[in-house]
């Protein structure tokens, strides 16, 4: 059974910087693409940023092009999200998620039915 914990949200002022991390247990990270979303108070759940199994393919939310980026490591079985820049509509809970895929060189999934396995989530507030 696959468990993903992620931590390193918290409060931060306009313009700072926070790293999270996806901690997977149960599983071999390196079998699975990931994706991290967010969900605001009062809005439906989105796509901030995907990443393929391989690493290759990655994708990017418009709102996050630029400030955000996506990572992986496989031999801690973590993934990461370094959130630069950020804005108070970037505030929200942020969860990740992650699919076990066979093809090594699959694509980044953007969709959160295409996942099923998610984490608790972190909390990540912006103060202006």
């Known amino acids: 059974q696959v468990q993903l914990e992620e931590s390193g949200g918290g409060l931060v002022q306009v313009g700072g910087s926070l790293r999270l991390s996806c901690a997977m247990s149960?599983?071999?990270?390196?079998?699975?693409?990931m994706g991290w979303f967010r969900q605001a108070p009062g809005k439906e759940r989105e796509i901030v940023a995907a990443?393929?199994?391989?690493?290759?393919?990655?994708y990017y939310a418009n709102s996050v092009k630029g400030r955000f980026a996506i990572s992986r490591n496989n031999a801690k079985n973590s993934g990461y999200l370094q959130m630069n820049s950020l804005r108070p509509e970037d505030t929200a809970v942020y969860y990740c998620?992650?699919?076990?895929?066979?093809?090594?060189?699959?694509?980044?999934?953007?969709?959160?039915?295409?996942?099923?396995?998610w984490g608790q989530g972190t909390q990540v507030t912006v103060s202006s």
């Open positions: 998620a992650a699919r076990e895929e066979t093809r090594y060189t699959g694509n980044a999934f953007i969709s959160d039915a295409a996942y099923p396995d």
């Open positions: 149960g599983r071999t990270l390196s079998m699975h693409a």
């Open positions: 990443i393929s199994r391989s690493g290759v393919d990655t």
